[in-house]
């Protein structure tokens, strides 16, 4: 069984800190690798994609990936209150997503 | 910025009739997806589609769904019998083998 393990929070940050969001994997197999951002009551929106070992910088996003550990994380840096939501990691294996159960994510002002 | 639409974004139907939901996805994707999240549980897969035809599908799609691409622009989840335990959001997804963009859902409430 494939599975994705995420802490199910809340994590609860400051305004303008760093949020860190962690998750694990089961399948060495797996390539692709996916941050989703899902507000409630919403859909889920790609925030970050990471295909290789090491970070991906994008804005406010960093993505890290380490495939030996089998460990994905997410960094927000200079977090605010707009991004309090629940955070999806998700693997790409075979043509389909598998999703964690999400970080629910709160940045108080 | 182009998306992918969905409708109805709410749909109420009795247990054992028949529902379509459909999508539309990106224009230029070639791989579209249904997805589905019972409420407060994980986003489950359910199936995937290229080249018109089926290319995986989970143990939830049974011979209760079906899917569709009736035409150059939508693609359709039909649901031959609901039961209340198909009570969910569905969520249509297009992109390429790697990147999956989600529609706004559609809320299945079966009674």
């Known amino acids: 069984q494939k599975e994705v393990e995420q802490n199910s929070g809340p994590l609860s940050v400051p305004e303008g800190a760093i949020a860190s969001l962690n998750c694990t994997y089961s399948?060495?197999?797996?390539?692709?690798f996916f941050w989703y951002r899902q507000y409630s009551g919403k859909s889920p929106e790609l925030i970050m994609s990471i295909y290789s070992n090491g970070d991906k910088e994008d804005g406010r996003f960093t993505a890290q990936l380490n495939k030996a550990s089998q460990y994905v994380s997410l960094l927000i840096r200079d977090s605010q209150p707009s991004d309090s939501a629940t955070y999806l990691c998700?693997?790409?294996?075979?043509?389909?997503?598998?999703f964690g159960g999400g970080t629910r994510l709160m940045v108080k002002p | 910025e182009p998306e992918v639409t969905q409708t109805p974004s709410h749909q109420v139907t009795q247990m054992g009739q028949e529902v379509i939901l459909r999508c539309v996805p990106i224009?230029?994707?070639?791989?579209f997806y249904w997805y589905r999240q019972i409420l407060g549980q994980k986003v489950e897969f359910l199936v995937s589609?290229?080249?018109?035809?089926?290319?995986?599908k989970s143990e939830i799609f049974d011979d209760q769904f079906s899917v569709e691409r009736p035409d150059g622009s939508n693609f359709t989840l039909k649901i031959r019998s609901t039961k209340l335990e198909d009570s969910a959001m569905y969520f249509c997804a297009s992109g390429s083998e790697y990147e999956q963009y989600f529609g706004p859902g559609t809320r299945l409430t079966v009674t």
């Open positions: 399948d060495r197999g797996s390539q692709s």
């Open positions: 589609f290229y080249n018109n035809e089926i290319s995986e």
């Open positions: 224009s230029n994707h070639l791989y």
């Open positions: 998700a693997f790409n294996a075979g043509n389909m997503l598998t």
